[in-house]
């Protein structure tokens, strides 16, 4: 299987007030395609800035960024800025769904940058709404849905490009058991049955049992490679 | 275009807030118009001068006459097309507060001189046959329920007596920047009354007004008249219409000064108001625009987004301004005594000058937001708590 993220020696740190904190210490990672990783650690670990230099979103101080076959570490503002509307999908913790549009329009969004006809933007959103089971909610808006509801929504705005990977940060970290478990499965029928590539940064070793790898950040240092069974933890 | 639903949803999605800033904006550009329109009516005499005429006055003063003897002198002159002459009356007209121009005038040659006073044929030729027949503006003819036939009565004041005059011509103003609130009557009429009443004063006219065949040549000509004249009597001084109109100015134009600033001070004002509420809106969603760059917006479509809002609000703001200004310039126009301002209208200028303020505001209220929108970062953008 392909190498879907290949992070070598990578360093961040952060200047503040003229000092340097270090946050993420000579990490290395591969990530194959189509597969279910979840970052654990508490917090100040790294994880969410690691997540964040996966995704596109922040750059390394040090060290070498391969997802999806280009290194994203030399890639300018605006060269990034394209390249995560066509190669990555985010989750976020609190869904981050722009309240003035709909569910519909929430998910067109990222659509809104490709060059698809109108129709076959309907088409696409309309797909990844039913895919969240949301078909019937297309055109409610954000403070209409629940928590869980909007959290589907926003998943459904993260693969309505088809992105290569997915990047989630604390998906199910503001929803209800019920809710995080909806979540979380559908996650996970995303990794199975459509091949996509997850990363997902999370506090709750339940969440994490869900994925197939589960990798423990400690103050900027990545530890040993654990590997879960479904359902272990 | 597939991006202006967002922008339009963004614009409006504090209702309350965009109601308030376009109210402000609309109330500003109202000021504005206003403002413009008067310092507009102001100028309107200046605005309206012809490049092809000249005026001759007393050198001394406009209030002292000149001799009708001029005339002909004047007329000799290489470069002058006609001559006319005009003689301020004054007077009241059923009271002191019905102000207009009454003026006794060359007949035979007024119209030529000023073509932008449109006359039916038929009505000149019977004003031009009957000494005491007058002719009067249609604004005038309306606002006093006059038609052809009625006599006006006007006591004298500067020329006593009581005066009789038959309307027997309407004209009408030639454009929109054209007194019509005007009247004339005979200049011989007057003259005939003087050479009886008061003989020293006979003879006597106000101004003259000159058309000339190259407007080029105005100084030239202006020199050569005065220059007929120079050591007589009545010194003349000879300048084109717009300066002239421009010396009635003179001493008001510390005023038109200030509602000039005034009317630039607004726009200032209506910045600010747009300012302020571009700096909210864009701060409360700093979040949002943190995931707008993450899905893969970029810095252009962020200042599409910022820009395209301050827009919507101020040209929302404009249009309604400019709408109430239509009525607000009428019921300002009626709340006048009538015939301070002749012609008060909103000019073309004062749209492109509000609608040309709405675009600069809008994007220089922009500026701002969009440089914090720009210079934050994605991840402090999603820490963001507002």
């Known amino acids: ?100 549009l709909t569910a519909f329009e929430n998910v067109e969004l990222p659509l809104l940058l490709t060059d698809l006809s109108k129709a076959e933007r309907k088409t696409q959103v309309e797909t990844a709404l039913k895919l969240v089971g949301l078909g019937d909610r297309m055109h409610h808006s954000p403070k209409q849905l629940s928590g869980g509801q909007e959290q589907r929504v926003a998943i459904a705005r993260a693969i309505a490009t088809d992105p290569d990977i997915l990047v989630a940060d604390e998906p199910t970290g503001d929803l209800d ?57 | ?70 005339k002909d002198q004047i007329s000799q002159i290489e470069g002058v097309e006609k001559v006319s002459f005009l003689n301020w009356f004054g007077g009241t007209y059923i009271d002191k507060n019905q102000f207009f121009a009454r003026m006794a005038v060359d007949a035979e040659t007024i119209f030529d001189v000023y073509p932008e006073f449109v006359m039916d044929p038929g009505q000149k030729a019977t004003f031009l046959k009957e000494r005491n027949s007058a002719v009067i503006g249609a604004s005038l003819a309306k606002q006093y329920k006059l038609k052809i036939g009625d006599v006006m009565p006007i006591e004298g004041d500067i020329y006593p007596g009581k005066w009789e005059f038959v309307v027997r011509g309407i004209y009408q103003p030639r454009d929109k920047t054209v007194d019509a609130s005007q009247m004339f009557f005979h200049w011989n009429y007057l003259n005939e009354r003087m050479r009886t009443d008061m003989p020293e004063r006979a003879g006597d006219v106000g101004w003259y007004s000159i058309k000339i065949k190259d407007p080029s040549r105005s100084a030239e000509i202006s020199s050569k008249v005065d220059g007929l004249f120079k050591n007589s009597r009545a010194e003349t001084k000879t300048e084109t219409e717009r300066a002239f109109q421009q010396s009635f100015l003179a001493g008001t134009s510390s005023i038109l000064t200030a509602l000039d600033i005034m009317s630039f001070v607004i726009i200032g004002i209506i910045m600010l108001v747009l300012g302020n509420t571009m700096i909210m809106s864009a701060r409360e969603r700093t979040r949002e625009y943190a995931v707008l760059k993450t899905i893969g917006y970029s810095g252009r479509h962020l200042m599409m987004f910022i820009a395209g809002e301050a827009m919507v609000i101020a040209f929302l703001g404009a249009g309604l301004g400019l709408l109430l200004l239509m009525p607000s310039v009428a019921g300002f126009e009626a709340a006048m005594p009538k015939g301070w301002f002749p012609v008060f209208n909103i000019a073309n200028s004062t749209f492109i000058m509000a609608g040309s303020a709405a675009l600069v505001v809008g994007l220089l209220s922009a500026l701002f937001p969009l440089r914090r929108a720009l210079k934050t970062s994605i991840v402090e953008g999603l820490r963001f708590v507002g």
């Open chain 2, 1 to 70: 275009m597939k991006m202006l639903k967002f922008v339009f949803k963004n614009a409006l999605r504090h209702k309350l807030r965009a109601f308030l800033t376009v109210i402000g904006i609309a109330i500003a550009v109202l000021a504005f118009g206003l403002l413009r329109t008067v310092v507009t009516a102001w100028n309107a005499g200046v605005e309206a001068s012809a490049a092809d005429r000249l005026v001759t006055r007393q050198a001394v003063s406009f209030i002292f006459p000149l001799p009708y003897a001029y």
């Open chain 1, 177 to 233: 058991r019920t809710s995080a478990e909806e979540i979380l499965t559908l996650l996970e029928r995303l990794n199975k049955e459509f091949g996509k590539t997850i990363v997902m940064v999370t506090h709750d070793p339940h969440a994490a049992n869900r994925a197939r790898i589960v990798r423990h950040l400690e103050k900027g240092d990545l530890m040993e490679e654990s590997k879960f069974m479904q359902g272990a933890v």
């Open chain 1, 1 to 100: 299987m392909a190498t879907a993220i290949s992070v070598q020696n990578l360093t961040k740190s952060y200047k503040r007030d003229k000092m340097e904190v270090p946050v993420l210490n000579n990490v290395s990672i591969d990530v194959e395609e189509g597969e279910f990783l979840a970052l654990m650690g508490p917090s100040g670990s790294g994880k969410t800035t690691l997540l964040n230099i996966i995704a596109g979103i922040d750059t390394p101080t040090q060290g070498r960024v391969m997802v999806a076959g280009t290194d994203i570490a030399g890639l300018s503002e605006t060269a990034l800025a394209k390249w995560r509307a066509r190669h990555v999908g985010f989750i976020f913790q609190f869904y981050n769904l722009i309240p003035v």
